[in-house]
């Protein structure tokens, strides 16, 4: 397949990037799509060696360093648009994006979220999900609106929580699941299956998506 036929990404990290990691890997492998930039909002960013060693152009955005959440949305936003995507991935990014960032790329922003939405938006979820002593844990790959942790889900995967669970072991088995759900959504993405409707509703084969799919446990 010719470059010209590949889904142009963006991803947008944080931290250590194994999210990264595994959408390069199904890049590599079997999707239809490839990674043109990573941004990270932090210097030491441990993914921004991911995308070093995958020859991969990155940049560090500091958001610190901007007087106002509109300055860094606007640098963020012009960086990106150098990069050209169909799709901009947040893959550990812990910036809440405004607006107007928002607005300026609808239906092209997909997030991974580490609990089974609605449940849990927010920060510390797997902590969140043992002090309630649920059963039940997950992530969701969602498209990314106005609202934080809010936009409509794409995809979901659930995963047991075990008496003897901690915050780290039920990371881990979340993490896993979120490597497989994450590409397989960029994979429907980029085959035109997968779209986000201006009704605000997610589209999938063409019929209206009634509730997120579920990976089969
Ligand atoms: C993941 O758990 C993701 O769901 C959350 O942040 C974490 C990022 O992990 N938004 P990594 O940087 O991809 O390893």
Known sequence: MKDK?????????????TN???IIKACN??????VVGVISNQINAAGLNIAHKNKIAFDAIEHKKF???DE???QL????KKYNPGLIILAGFMRILGKKFINQFKGKILNIHPSLLPEFPGLNTHKR????KKKKHGASVHFVTEELDGGPVVMQATVPIFDYDNEETLQHRVLEKEHIILPQSIDWFSKGRLYLGDNNKIYFD???LKSPIQLKE
Do not use: H
């Open 129 to 132: 999900a043992l002090e309630e």
């Open 20 to 22: 990264l990691q595994a």
């Open 5 to 17: 036929n590949l889904l142009r990404i963006v991803v947008l990290i944080s931290g250590r990037g």
């Open 67 to 69: 007087k106002s959440r």
């Open 29 to 34: 492998k079997n999707i239809d799509a490839k």
């Open 72 to 74: 860094f949305d606007d």
């Open 206 to 208: 063409e019929e209206v």
């Open 77 to 80: 936003q012009k960086c990106i």
